[in-house]
C-alpha cells in the first residue's frame, strides 16, 4: 500500500446492536460447552455452590462492564484498553499489554479456537493429521481475509454467527429441561444439592478454583472496548449494550448449566467433560452429539472471528502512538480496516497453533491478562481525577464501590492463579515462561520509544 494512499483514521461504521452481538459473541465460545463439569468437581459436586460460581463470574463480569463502559463513553477511542492503561497509569504498562495481547493472549486465543474447531470437525468428518492442520489453518485464514475484507462485512458475519449459537443453545436447553424432567430422576438432587464433602476453608478454596474456570467461559467481554473508535454514538452505545450484555450471558449460562444438570445429575454431569454433547446424546440420541459438535463449531469460528475484529485496533492504536510498527496505523484506502495489523495477527495465529505445546503457555498468560483487565478497570480513579470538573456522559453505577470490587476480584484471581503454579513444578514453568514473554516487551518499548524520540528532532 503507497504510503500517501494510507489514512489513520477508521470510520465509526459499527451500531449498538452490533456492539451488543460483539459483547456476546466474544463471551461465548466453548467454554459453556465443556466448563460446567470441571467446575462441579473443584467444588465436589455441590450443585448450590456450584450455581453460584457461574452466578459470581456473571456479576464480576457485569462490575467489569459496567466501569469499561464509563472509560469507553469518556474516551472513545480506538484500542479500547490499551487507551485507558495508558491515560490511567503510562505509556510503558499500556504497551506491555499490547504487547502480551498481539505475542500470545489474542493470537494464542484464536490458535485455541482453531484447534476446538479442527477437533469437534472431525466429529462429523473424519480428517488425517495433514487435513486437520489444513483445517486449522484455513480456519484463521477465512477470519482473517473477511477482517481484512471490511468491517462491516466482519461485523455482520459476527452478528449472524452469533445469533445462531445463542438459539442453539437456547433450544438445547429448553429440549433438555423439558425432557429430562420428564424422563429423568435428578430433580430430588438437584434441590440437596448432593455430592459435596466440603465445607468451611476448602470449600471457599474450591470455589476459588472454579472461578478461574468459570472466567475462563466469561472471558471476551472486553474485546469490545478494542473497537470504540468505529462504535456509532459510543457515549450511549456502551453502557446500554454493556449492561444488557452482561445480564444476557449470566442468564444464558445459568439457563444451559441447569439443563445439563436435569438431563444427567450432579454425579454424571461432574464426570462429563463433553458434558453438552453428553447431556444431548443421553436424551435426545447418539445422533445429537453430532448436532453439538456442529454447534460448538459455529460458536469457536464467530469467536475466531471476534478476536480478529477487535484485537488489531489495539496494534493500531500503538503504532498511531509511535509504539508498534507505523504500518499496523495504516488504514486501507479501499477496504477500511487496519489491513497490515490483521494480516499480522492471522499470520501469527497460524504460527501459535501449528506450534506444539502452546496451549499450555496459553493457559499461564490468562493470568497475565487478568493483571491489566484489573489495571484497567482501576484507570477510573486517576482518570475521573483528571477530568474534574468535566461533563462525563455516563458513570458507573455505585462508584467507587463497582469499580474497586473489580480490581480486587481480578488481584485475588491473579494471586489464585499464581498460587496454584507454584505447588506445580510444571505449571510454575510455564508461568515463568509467560513473564518472560511480557517482560521481552521491555526493548521494545524502549526501542521505539527512543526512535520516537529521534524522529521528533530531525
Same mark, same amino acid.
Given at each position: 500500500m503507497?504510503p500517501?494512499?494510507a489514512?489513520h483514521?477508521?470510520?465509526r461504521?459499527?451500531?449498538e446492536r452490533?456492539l451488543?452481538?460483539?459483547?456476546i459473541?466474544?463471551?461465548?465460545g466453548?467454554g459453556?460447552f465443556?466448563?460446567?463439569a470441571?467446575?462441579?468437581r473443584r467444588?465436589c459436586?455441590?450443585?448450590?455452590?456450584?450455581?453460584m460460581?457461574?452466578?459470581?463470574g456473571?456479576?464480576?463480569?457485569l462490575?467489569g462492564a459496567?466501569?469499561y463502559?464509563?472509560l469507553? /463513553?469518556a474516551?472513545?477511542e480506538t484500542?479500547?484498553l490499551?487507551?485507558y492503561?495508558r491515560d490511567?497509569f503510562?505509556r510503558?504498562?499500556?504497551f506491555?499489554y499490547?504487547?502480551?495481547?498481539?505475542?500470545?493472549?489474542?493470537s494464542?486465543?484464536i490458535?485455541a479456537?482453531?484447534h476446538?474447531?479442527?477437533k469437534? !470437525?472431525?466429529?462429523i468428518?473424519?480428517?488425517?493429521?495433514?487435513?486437520?492442520?489444513?483445517?486449522?489453518?484455513?480456519?484463521i485464514?477465512?477470519?482473517?481475509a473477511?477482517?481484512i475484507?471490511g468491517?462491516?462485512?466482519?461485523?455482520?458475519?459476527?452478528?449472524?454467527?452469533?445469533?445462531m449459537k445463542v438459539?442453539?443453545?437456547?433450544?438445547?436447553?429448553?429440549?433438555?429441561?423439558? %425432557?429430562?424432567?420428564l424422563h429423568?430422576?435428578?430433580?430430588?438432587?438437584?434441590?440437596?444439592?448432593?455430592?459435596?464433602?466440603?465445607?468451611?476453608?476448602d470449600?471457599?478454596?474450591g470455589?476459588?478454583?472454579a472461578m478461574?474456570?468459570?472466567l475462563? /467461559?466469561?472471558e471476551?467481554?472486553?474485546?469490545?472496548t478494542?473497537?470504540?473508535?468505529?462504535?456509532?454514538d459510543?457515549?450511549r452505545?456502551?453502557?446500554r /449494550?454493556?449492561?444488557?450484555?452482561s445480564l444476557?450471558?449470566a442468564?444464558?449460562?445459568?439457563f444451559?448449566v441447569?439443563a445439563?444438570?436435569?438431563?444427567l445429575g450432579?454425579?454424571? +454431569?461432574?464426570t462429563?467433560?463433553?458434558?453438552?454433547?453428553?447431556?444431548?446424546?443421553?436424551v435426545?440420541?447418539?445422533?445429537a452429539?453430532k %448436532?453439538v459438535?456442529a454447534?460448538?463449531l459455529?460458536s469457536t469460528f464467530?469467536?475466531?472471528?471476534s478476536?480478529?475484529l477487535?484485537?488489531?485496533?489495539?496494534?493500531?492504536?500503538?503504532a498511531?502512538?509511535k509504539?508498534?510498527?507505523?504500518q499496523? +496505523?495504516?488504514?486501507h484506502?479501499?477496504?477500511?480496516?487496519p489491513?497490515?495489523?490483521?494480516?499480522?495477527l492471522?499470520?501469527?495465529?497460524?504460527? %501459535? /497453533?501449528?506450534?506444539?505445546?502452546?496451549?499450555? !503457555?496459553a493457559?499461564?498468560?490468562?493470568?497475565?491478562?487478568?493483571?491489566?483487565?484489573?489495571?484497567?478497570?482501576?484507570?477510573?480513579f486517576?482518570?475521573?481525577?483528571a477530568?474534574?470538573?468535566?461533563?462525563?456522559?455516563?458513570?458507573v453505577?455505585?462508584?467507587?464501590?463497582?469499580p474497586?470490587?473489580?480490581?480486587?476480584?481480578?488481584?485475588?484471581?491473579?494471586?489464585?492463579?499464581?498460587?496454584a503454579?507454584?505447588k506445580d513444578?510444571?505449571?510454575?514453568?510455564y !508461568?515463568?515462561a509467560?513473564?518472560?514473554?511480557?517482560?521481552?516487551?521491555?526493548p521494545?518499548?524502549f526501542?521505539?520509544?527512543r526512535?520516537q524520540?529521534?524522529n521528533?528532532r530531525?
Amino acid at each position: 500500500m503507497p504510503p500517501e494512499q494510507a489514512t489513520h483514521k477508521l470510520a465509526r461504521i459499527l451500531r449498538e446492536r452490533d456492539l451488543l452481538l460483539l459483547f456476546i459473541g466474544s463471551v461465548v465460545g466453548s467454554g459453556i460447552f465443556l466448563t460446567p463439569a470441571l467446575i462441579l468437581r473443584r467444588v465436589c459436586g455441590a450443585v448450590g455452590a456450584s450455581l453460584m460460581v457461574w452466578l459470581l463470574g456473571g456479576l464480576l463480569s457485569l462490575l467489569g462492564a459496567l466501569t469499561y463502559a464509563e472509560l469507553a /463513553a469518556a474516551n472513545p477511542e480506538t484500542g479500547g484498553l490499551y487507551c485507558y492503561i495508558r491515560d490511567g497509569f503510562g505509556r510503558l504498562p499500556a504497551f506491555l499489554y499490547g504487547w502480551c495481547l498481539f505475542l500470545v493472549i489474542a493470537s494464542a486465543t484464536i490458535g485455541a479456537l482453531a484447534h476446538a474447531f479442527t477437533k469437534y !470437525l472431525q466429529e462429523i468428518i473424519p480428517l488425517t493429521a495433514l487435513q486437520a492442520s489444513l483445517v486449522l489453518v484455513l480456519m484463521i485464514a477465512v477470519v482473517t481475509a473477511v477482517n481484512i475484507w471490511g468491517t462491516r462485512k466482519s461485523s455482520d458475519l459476527q452478528n449472524v454467527t452469533t445469533l445462531m449459537k445463542v438459539g442453539i443453545i437456547l433450544v438445547l436447553s429448553a429440549v433438555l429441561l423439558v %425432557l429430562g424432567s420428564l424422563h429423568g430422576h435428578h430433580g430430588r438432587e438437584l434441590t440437596a444439592g448432593t455430592g459435596s464433602s466440603l465445607h468451611g476453608f476448602d470449600l471457599l478454596s474450591g470455589i476459588g478454583f472454579a472461578m478461574i474456570s468459570v472466567l475462563w /467461559a466469561y472471558e471476551g467481554w472486553q474485546f469490545g472496548t478494542y473497537s470504540a473508535g468505529e462504535v456509532k454514538d459510543p457515549q450511549r452505545s456502551f453502557p446500554r /449494550a454493556f449492561l444488557l450484555g452482561s445480564l444476557l450471558l449470566a442468564g444464558l449460562y445459568l439457563f444451559a448449566v441447569v439443563a445439563y444438570l436435569v438431563a444427567l445429575g450432579p454425579c454424571v +454431569a461432574a464426570t462429563s467433560d463433553t458434558i453438552a454433547a453428553v447431556a444431548a446424546t443421553t436424551v435426545l440420541g447418539p445422533w445429537a452429539g453430532k %448436532l453439538v459438535a456442529a454447534a460448538i463449531l459455529i460458536s469457536t469460528f464467530s469467536s475466531a472471528n471476534s478476536v480478529m475484529l477487535t484485537a488489531p485496533r489495539v496494534y493500531f492504536a500503538m503504532a498511531n502512538d509511535k509504539l508498534f510498527f507505523k504500518q499496523f +496505523a495504516e488504514v486501507h484506502p479501499r477496504f477500511g480496516t487496519p489491513a497490515a495489523a490483521v494480516l499480522a495477527l492471522g499470520v501469527w495465529s497460524c504460527v %501459535l /497453533a501449528l506450534a506444539g505445546g502452546f496451549a499450555k !503457555l496459553a493457559d499461564s498468560v490468562i493470568f497475565i491478562g487478568w493483571i491489566f483487565y484489573g489495571l484497567g478497570a482501576a484507570a477510573i480513579f486517576p482518570i475521573r481525577r483528571a477530568n474534574q470538573g468535566k461533563q462525563i456522559p455516563y458513570r458507573v453505577p455505585g462508584y467507587p464501590v463497582t469499580p474497586l470490587l473489580f480490581v480486587l476480584a481480578a488481584l485475588a484471581l491473579v494471586g489464585n492463579a499464581i498460587y496454584a503454579a507454584v505447588k506445580d513444578p510444571h505449571e510454575f514453568t510455564y !508461568l515463568l515462561a509467560a513473564l518472560g514473554l511480557m517482560l521481552l516487551g521491555l526493548p521494545g518499548y524502549f526501542f521505539w520509544s527512543r526512535q520516537q524520540v529521534r524522529n521528533s528532532r530531525q
